[in-house]
C-alpha cells in the first residue's frame, strides 16, 4: 500500500520537517547518529494547505491511518507508518509539519542475548522498566519486546499517545487522547491483559496507574526517560510509597546506544544497612542488584524523615560514608535555618559529625537549642561533636583583598573588594571576636553598612576565612 509522504522518505531518512517559507529539512540515519539535509524546496501556505487535505482524505479512506490528536491549533494523524504533527497558527508563527517514521524495526533475535535473560523476560519480570536517554531506541526495544510477547502467544495490549508502536494486529493499542487514566485502568483491568506495553511515563498519573495495574497482577512494561538506570527508580519515589515499590519495579532495563547496557533487578529485604553498625538499626532496605553479577548497587531505605539512595560501591574509597554525608547535609541546612550566626557542619571519623560554632555563640546552641540537637542525634544515628568555629584547620586567609571606606548616603560604609573567582561566593568574616558570613556580589565586593561593623573593623581591622 502506497502513501503520501512515501514521496519524502527512503530507507535511511528518520524524518521531515515542513514549515511555510522555509527549505524542507530530512533528518538522515547514521549509526547512532544522523545528519540534516536541506532541499531545495520552500514549501508554499498553499502547498502545505493542500498536503493536510491529502493526509485528511487518506485518514478516511486507510483503514490502518486515524486522527490521534485534534486540537484548534494543533493535529496529530497516524498515517501508517507516519507520526504526522501539525501545527498551525496562531500556535506557531507558520504552519509547520513534522512527519517521523521508524528507520529500522528489530527482533528479539537482533540483541542477541543470552537465555537466562530470555527466561527473566518470559518467567519472572512482571514490572520492567526500559530506560535511557532521549534517542537511544528505547521504544524500538519495547516493539521488539512486544513481538516476543505475542509469539509466546500472549494477550498483549499497549498504551501510548500518540499510538506510533508498530504491532502485530493481536496487539489492541490505546491512547489517552480519547480516554482519561481511569477508564484506561477500568478497561485493562476488565479485560485482563498478560502483558500491557506502555510508552511512555511522564506524569504523576502514569506512575500511580503503573502502581495501580500492578498490584492488580498485570504484568506491565514501561518506557520512561532517564539519564543511568537508577535514575528511572528515583523517579518512583516522589510518586508513590517506598515499600511498595519492588512490587510494582522489579526489573530495570537500561539501553544505551540501541543495545541493553545493564539490566538490574530489586528485591526487598530486612536488614541493617550498610555503613550502620548496630543491630538495632535493621530496616526494610530495598537491594538494587545487577542481574549478571547479582552485585548489590545500591540500597534505599528511608532515614530520619527521608528516603535515601545509597551508592554501594566504591566502599573504601569514601572518606566518609554516604549516611554521614547525608546527616551532615541535614544539620548543615537545619541549624542554618534556626540560626542567624555561621555554623559549619562536617562528616569527621567513625559514625561522627563535627559541629563548628563560633566560640562566642557556643552557649546559645548547646543550652538553648541543645535538646532539638540531641534528637536529631538520636533520629539520625550518629554522635554529634561541637567545636569552636575559629579551630578549624582548614583555614584560609585570603590576603587578596582591599578594604575601601566610602560615604554612600551620608553614611560611612566599608567596602571588601576580591579577585574574581570570588564572585558570588560565601565568605566567612571575623570582626573583632564575631565571625558572620557574607555573600560577594558580581562584582567581587562585599559593603558593609551597619555603624558597629564599620566602628569595629576601624578599630580592630577585619581577618577574612574562606572554608573548602
Do not use: C
Not at 532539638?372 to 542525634?377: D, F, G, K, R, T
Not at 587578596?400 to 566567612?428: G, Q, T
Amino acid at each position: 500500500m502506497s502513501y503520501i509522504l512515501d514521496q519524502f522518505f527512503d530507507e535511511s531518512t528518520m524524518s521531515v520537517h515542513f514549515k511555510e517559507g522555509v527549505h524542507i529539512m530530512r533528518k538522515k540515519w547514521k549509526p547512532w547518529n544522523w545528519e540534516t539535509e536541506i532541499l531545495e524546496e520552500k514549501p508554499t501556505k498553499t502547498y502545505l494547505l493542500n498536503l493536510i487535505n491529502n493526509l485528511y482524505k487518506e485518514v478516511e479512506e486507510k483503514s490502518d491511518s486515524f486522527l490521534e490528536i485534534d486540537k484548534n491549533f494543533s493535529k496529530v494523524l497516524q498515517i501508517w507508518p507516519y507520526r504526522t504533527v501539525i501545527v498551525l497558527p496562531p500556535l506557531s508563527d507558520w504552519i509547520e509539519i513534522t512527519v517521523v517514521k521508524p528507520v529500522k524495526k528489530l527482533t528479539i533475535e537482533d540483541y542477541d542475548l543470552p537465555k537466562e535473560v530470555l527466561d527473566l523476560f518470559r518467567d519472572r519480570a512482571k514490572g520492567i522498566l526500559i530506560s535511557g536517554s532521549p534517542g537511544e531506541w528505547k521504544t524500538t526495544f519495547a516493539q521488539a519486546l512486544v513481538e516476543f510477547y505475542v509469539k509466546q502467544k500472549k494477550i498483549v495490549k499497549t498504551i501510548e499517545s500518540p499510538r506510533d508502536l508498530l504491532v502485530p494486529d493481536e496487539v489492541t493499542q490505546y491512547s489517552f487522547s480519547y480516554a482519561p487514566h481511569s477508564e484506561i485502568r477500568d478497561i485493562l483491568l476488565l479485560s485482563r491483559p498478560d502483558f500491557t506495553i506502555y510508552d511512555e511515563v511522564r506524569n504523576q498519573e502514569d506512575f500511580i496507574l503503573f502502581k495501580d495495574l500492578r498490584l492488580a497482577g498485570i504484568w506491565l512494561v514501561w518506557v520512561i526517560h532517564a539519564t543511568n538506570p537508577i535514575d528511572s527508580v528515583q523517579r518512583f519515589l516522589w510518586t508513590i510509597e517506598m515499600w511498595v515499590i519492588p512490587q510494582v519495579v522489579d526489573t530495570v532495563i537500561f539501553i544505551k546506544w540501541g543495545n541493553i547496557h545493564q539490566i538490574l533487578r530489586l528485591k526487598q529485604v530486612v536488614k541493617v544497612p550498610e555503613w550502620m553498625q548496630s543491630e538495632d538499626l535493621a530496616r526494610p532496605v530495598i537491594q538494587v542488584y545487577d542481574f549478571y553479577t547479582e552485585e548489590v548497587l545500591y540500597e534505599i531505605y528511608t532515614y530520619g524523615e527521608q528516603v535515601v539512595v545509597v551508592p554501594i560501591s566504591q566502599i573504601e574509597k569514601r572518606k566518609s560514608s554516604p549516611i554521614q554525608e547525608y546527616a551532615a547535609r541535614y544539620l548543615q541546612e537545619y541549624l542554618s535555618d534556626l540560626y542567624d550566626f555561621p555554623i559549619i557542619v562536617k562528616p569527621e571519623g567513625d559514625n561522627s559529625i563535627k559541629i563548628y560554632i563560633p566560640s562566642n555563640k557556643r552557649g546559645q546552641v548547646i543550652w538553648k537549642g541543645w535538646e532539638n540537637i540531641s534528637e536529631l542525634e538520636r533520629s539520625l544515628w550518629v554522635s554529634i561533636n561541637v567545636k569552636n568555629l575559629e579551630d578549624i584547620e582548614d583555614w584560609k586567609g585570603l590576603v587578596d583583598f582591599k578594604i575601601e571606606k566610602k560615604k554612600k548616603w551620608k553614611k560611612d560604609v566599608i567596602i571588601l573588594d576580591f579577585w574574581s573567582e570570588l564572585a558570588n561566593k560565601d565568605i566567612l568574616v571575623k570582626i573583632w571576636q564575631d565571625i558572620y558570613k557574607f555573600t560577594t556580589d558580581k562584582k567581587w565586593k562585599i559593603q558593609l553598612k551597619k555603624k558597629k561593623l564599620v566602628q569595629d573593623i576601624e578599630k580592630f581591622g577585619v581577618k577574612v576565612l574562606n572554608y573548602m
